[in-house]
């Protein structure tokens, strides 16, 4: 095991055992942060609370030119650990513990490596990206900070990622008329009825959009996530609400889409409320966003990171790309384990993650 691993795994140890878990996200600028400050020397260090747990590390050294993201909430613990998910075990390649894969590991590693190296280098520590609640990258956005190319670190199996898909989640009520399911009814009279017929709808343009590619992704990721409604089988519906899920790709116009979505009810919807939206990798227009992505990959190559292909979940690199930032996903862990119980990342990930940040540093 070489001395940046196991640097990586004692620092990794360490941030397994503090809790911050999101929700409920009850994490101040101590515990965790503070073990940052405390392991960053010679580092300008900032801490910023942006309030409701969110809390930001921005550590900074030399004039560097290419800025490191990381977030370090995690999930909440499922009663199927095997173990106490707060303490790190490690063996047979991988190592085990809550947030080890997502994404704490990568976080270790930074810190490892810039202890290794004494070159420039720019860190952005973030508590609030399991929320789908970006504060902390949003207050530093409004900053303006100039970088060459943001690293965003989510498991991507130690290779870069240039593209993911958007995503948005919608709430929707439907209105019924309530009264005895033995009256003939109209067509309208069911809130659940109405709800039915949309999704049947939904569905089923969520086929026709099957062909469309962008970058390696193929089509229209579409999840009715919840549905709720009526009282008994005996009365006709007066209020229904369904939630769903849309993973749109790059070259998507959203605004557009959700229109269409909003159209397929009818009656119209009593409510149509998109409730979260985070752009794709890269953002902008068509030509925008494969612009956006060449470039990307210029920068993995000259970082002389392996390139992996598109994946279909979402992650805050889009933010910046949404700002205007060069900007690619890349960090040890597979996605199938992150969320999981027994959550673990793989030890030649870390190692290999560890050593190209301590190159990138270096030079």
């Not at 580092?43 to 590390?57: N, P, T």
């Not at 790709?249 to 979505?261: K, Y």
Request: charged share 20%.
């Amino acid at each position: 095991m070489s001395e940046l691993l196991t640097a990586t795994l004692d620092h990794l140890r360490a941030m397994v055992a503090f809790d911050t878990r999101n929700p409920p996200r009850a994490i101040d600028s101590d515990g965790i942060f503070d073990y940052l400050r405390r392991n960053l020397p010679g580092f300008e260090i900032e801490i910023s609370d942006h309030g409701a747990g969110a809390v930001s590390l921005f550590a900074t050294r030399g004039k560097p030119k290419i800025l490191f993201n990381v977030h370090l909430d995690t999930v909440p613990d499922s009663p199927h650990w095997s173990a106490d998910p707060f303490v790190l075990r490690v063996g047979e390649g991988r190592a085990i513990g809550l947030g080890a894969c997502d994404i704490k590991g990568a976080a270790a590693a930074l810190v490892a490596a810039a202890n290794a190296t004494q070159g420039d280098a720019a860190f952005l520590f973030t508590s609030d990206e399991e929320a789908n609640d970006p504060r902390c990258i949003a207050a530093f956005l409004a900053r303006g900070l100039p970088y060459d190319a943001v690293l965003v670190a989510e498991p991507t199996r130690a290779q870069a990622v240039l593209a993911h898909r958007g995503i948005s989640s919608v709430l929707m009520r439907f209105a019924g008329t309530a009264g005895h399911a033995s009256a003939q009814q109209s067509s309208a009279d069911s809130a659940v009825h109405q709800a039915i017929r949309w999704g049947n709808q939904a569905l089923a343009h969520v086929d026709a959009c099957a062909h469309e590619r962008f970058g390696g992704l193929t089509g229209l990721r579409f999840n009715i996530g919840r549905v709720d409604g009526g009282i008994k089988a005996n009365m006709i519906a007066p209020a229904a609400e369904l939630r769903f899920g849309l993973r749109p790709l790059p070259s998507t116009d959203v605004d557009r889409l959700l229109q269409a979505f909003r159209e397929f009810a009818n009656p119209q919807a009593a409510e149509f409320t998109e409730t979260f939206r985070g752009p794709s990798l890269p953002a902008g227009s068509i030509a925008d966003a494969e612009s956006r992505r060449l470039a990307a990959r210029d920068w993995a190559d000259a970082l002389q990171l392996p390139i992996g292909n598109a994946v279909d979940f979402w992650t805050e690199a889009s933010l910046f790309s949404q700002a205007g930032h060069v900007a690619l996903v890349y960090g040890p862990g597979d996605i199938a384990q992150a969320h999981a119980a027994d959550e673990w990342v793989a030890l030649d990930q870390l190692d290999s993650y560890a050593e190209s940040v301590s190159r990138i540093i270096h030079e």
